[in-house]
T-cell receptor, first 114, second 115 residues
Framework: NAGVMQNPRHLVRRRGQEARLRCSPMKGHSHVYWYRQLPEEGLKFMVYLQKENIIDESGMPKERFSAEFPKEGPSILRIQQVVRGDSAAYFC????????????FGDGTRLSIL | GESVGLHLPTLSVQEGDNSIINCAYSNSASDYFIWYKQESGKGPQFIIDIRSNMDKRQGQRVTVLLNKTVKHLSLQIAATQPGDSAVYFCAERDLEGGGADGLTFGKGTHLIIQP
């Protein structure tokens, strides 16, 4: 009964490189959300996806960031040309369909930019 | 902008005592609330949720109270144990308004259990 799986757990990139973060939702969950967390702060919503569709990306920066949730495989959060300010913990959550269903989180990917 | 916030950044309680963690929210359109527990190096763990048509909900050792009049949410943990040490976040969702479909999180309260 696996929960939300994220990988890698830690990712180190140099400025200008690309970062790819992966998330496999819980079995039976069709909704995926990505959040960013800075130290000593709460999580900030980035994007909400369903299979093959971006439903809401209002929290995601317009440049360099993109997300997908293909028909097969995990959801991917992609950050191009990373900068120091991208250093953070990125969490993925999933939920079943339904407006009042709680989101369940993975253990995150800690991204460090050198 | 409107946001969810917490009154105290740190709460220290004796093992065995009851803990009460508070949360004030400002978005009157929010109608679904969740409490999460986050341990160091891990993701938020769901504790309990409540819809705005309720004012109280109980789980195992936890109770959530919602006061919509003053826009206040609290989490009560009975007989606090060492394993309860963590940062606790309240989160809200505005299901009626437009904008983000994600949750809006407060900054968190660090619960410290003293032996």
């Amino acid at each position: 009964n696996a929960g939300v799986m994220q990988n890698p757990r830690h990712l180190v990139r140099r400025r200008g490189q690309e970062a790819r973060l992966r998330c496999s939702p819980m079995k039976g969950h069709s909704h995926v959300y990505w959040y960013r967390q800075l130290p000593e702060e709460g999580l900030k919503f980035m994007v909400y996806l369903q299979k093959e569709n971006i439903i809401d990306e209002s929290g995601m920066p317009k440049e360099r960031f993109s997300a997908e949730f293909p028909k097969e495989g995990p959801s991917i959060l992609r950050i191009q040309q990373v900068v120091r300010g991208d250093s953070a913990a990125y969490f993925c959550a999933s939920s079943p369909q339904g407006w009042d269903q709680p989101q369940h989180f993975g253990d995150g990917t800690r991204l460090s930019i050198l | 902008g409107e946001s969810v916030g917490l009154h105290l950044p740190t709460l220290s309680v004796q093992e065995g005592d009851n803990s009460i963690i508070n949360c004030a929210y400002s978005n009157s359109a929010s109608d679904y609330f969740i409490w999460y527990k986050q341990e160091s190096g891990k993701g938020p763990q769901f504790i309990i949720d409540i819809r705005s048509n309720m004012d109280k909900r109980q789980g195992q050792r936890v109770t959530v109270l919602l006061n919509k009049t003053v826009k206040h949410l609290s989490l009560q943990i009975a007989a606090t144990q060492p394993g309860d040490s963590a940062v606790y976040f309240c989160a809200e969702r505005d299901l009626e308004g437009g904008g983000a479909d994600g949750l809006t999180f407060g900054k968190g309260t660090h619960l410290i259990i003293q032996p």
